[in-house]
């Protein structure tokens, strides 16, 4: 087992930063892919950025390419997503989750197995 908790999220106003953090305990050697995605009100759950583990290669979702960065620090199994000039289009929970394999693609839910528990982000217009 895997657990990951999510800190870092809170309200900010609109072309303001914040930086989300998701620090891993248990089984993190099974980890090979570190994702997060977020989840607005009456939408589905949606990709944002993906790193692997060994190599920290990066995947973005055309949304927040170039406004948002994915990061970790394997001595403290933790990974990071720097949001910066963010909008009000941002607000949602946000979700990191770990894969146990690279099965499946970066892009779906269905292709990570542990998942925080979420954090708020709410930006402000």
């Known amino acids: 087992q895997v657990q990951l908790v999510e800190s870092g999220g809170g309200l900010v106003q609109a072309g303001g930063s914040l930086r989300l953090s998701c620090a891993a305990s248990?089984?993190?050697?099974?980890?090979?892919?570190r994702g997060w995605f977020r989840q607005a009100p009456g939408k589905e759950r949606e990709f944002l950025a993906a790193?692997?583990?060994?190599?920290?290669?990066?995947y973005y979702a055309d949304s927040v390419k170039g406004r948002f960065t994915i990061s970790r620090d394997n001595a403290k199994n933790t990974v990071y997503l720097q949001m910066n000039s963010l909008k009000p289009e941002d607000t949602a929970i946000y979700y990191c989750?770990?894969?146990?394999?690279?099965?499946?693609?970066?892009?779906?839910?269905?292709?990570?197995?542990?998942w925080g528990q979420g954090t708020q982000v709410t930006v402000s217009s």
């Open positions: 989750a770990t894969a146990a394999s690279y099965s499946g693609s970066y892009y779906y839910t269905t292709s990570y197995d542990y």
């Open positions: 248990g089984r993190t050697l099974s980890s090979y892919r």
């Open positions: 790193i692997t583990w060994s190599g920290g290669n990066t």
